[in-house]
Nanobody, 122 residues
Framework: QVQLVESGGGLVQAGGSLRLSCAAS????????MGWFRQAPGEEREFVAA????????YYADSVKGRFTISRDNAKNTVYLQMNSLKPEDTAVYYC???????????????WGQGTQVTVSS
């Protein structure tokens, strides 16, 4: 019913910035919480950030707070993740996901994108 497609990943130097986008299609984008998760090699999937349908009260993992910013443009059916001051440990596949309510754990999300690779070099 819902298709989520991430884009914007790539290779960047430590300290650099990157903006990920997630385009949604298939059903209305409004009224859903959108989240970003990531999974690094040898690690479990972890929560990165989430934002309510209204855009209010975004929530971030401690590891990215102050460096990453999540935002959404409901008119464009798109959610963004602005990543600044990138570190090598940010290297991972980043996934966007949709949930009916605000949440920070993967099981709360109903739809997932295919992921986009982010690699941060030293």
């Amino acid at each position: 019913q819902v298709q989520l497609v991430e884009s914007g990943g790539g290779l960047v130097q430590a300290g650099g910035s990157l903006r990920l986008s997630c385009a949604a299609s298939g059903r209305t984008f409004r009224s859903y919480t959108m989240g970003w998760f990531r999974q690094a090699p040898g690690e479990e999937r972890e929560f990165v950030a989430a934002i309510r349908w209204s855009g209010g009260n975004p929530y971030y993992a401690d590891s990215v707070k102050g460096r990453f910013t999540i935002s959404r443009d409901n008119a464009k059916n798109t959610v963004y993740l602005q990543m600044n001051s990138l570190k090598p440990e940010d290297t991972a596949v980043y996934y966007c996901a949709q949930a009916p309510v605000a949440g920070t754990s993967a099981p709360e999300y109903d739809y997932w994108g295919q992921g986009t690779q982010v690699t941060v070099s030293s």
